[in-house]
Nanobody
Framework: QVQLVESGGGLVQAGGSLRLSCAASGRIFIRSAMGWFRQAPGKEREFVAAINWSGGSTYYAESVKGRFTISRDNAKNTVYLQMNSLVPEDTAVYYC????????????????WGRGTQVTVSS
């Protein structure tokens, strides 16, 4: 079992940046792909980015490609999401989760979810 705790969310103006962190406890972290998802009010949870266990492969939703960067530090059991050029449409609760493969974008195929961190982008 892995416990995940997200942090780093907040209120930022359009065009600004935030860096989210997801701290994991449990030995399974180093063997897991990690994903970031987000859920806006009234919408389905959607895939944002994923990274494989070594950090060598990353995948992004089209809506964030070129603006967001996922990375991980296995020595610190932490995965990051650097978000630049934020737009109001990025407003959502952001979650991290463990998965079998980083190529998977369906949230129902991920397990071990954190509680999320709120990101609000003002126009």
């Amino acid at each position: 079992q892995v416990q995940l705790v997200e942090s780093g969310g907040g209120l930022v103006q359009a065009g600004g940046s935030l860096r989210l962190s997801c701290a994991a406890s449990g030995r399974i972290f180093i063997r897991s792909a990690m994903g970031w998802f987000r859920q806006a009010p009234g919408k389905e949870r959607e895939f944002v980015a994923a990274i494989n266990w070594s950090g060598g492969s990353t995948y992004y939703a089209e809506s964030v490609k070129g603006r967001f960067t996922i990375s991980r530090d296995n020595a610190k059991n932490t995965v990051y999401l650097q978000m630049n050029s934020l737009v109001p449409e990025d407003t959502a609760v952001y979650y991290c989760a463990t998965g079998m493969r980083a190529t998977i974008s369906r949230p129902e195929l991920y397990d071990n979810w954190g509680r999320g961190t709120q990101v609000t982008v003002s126009s």
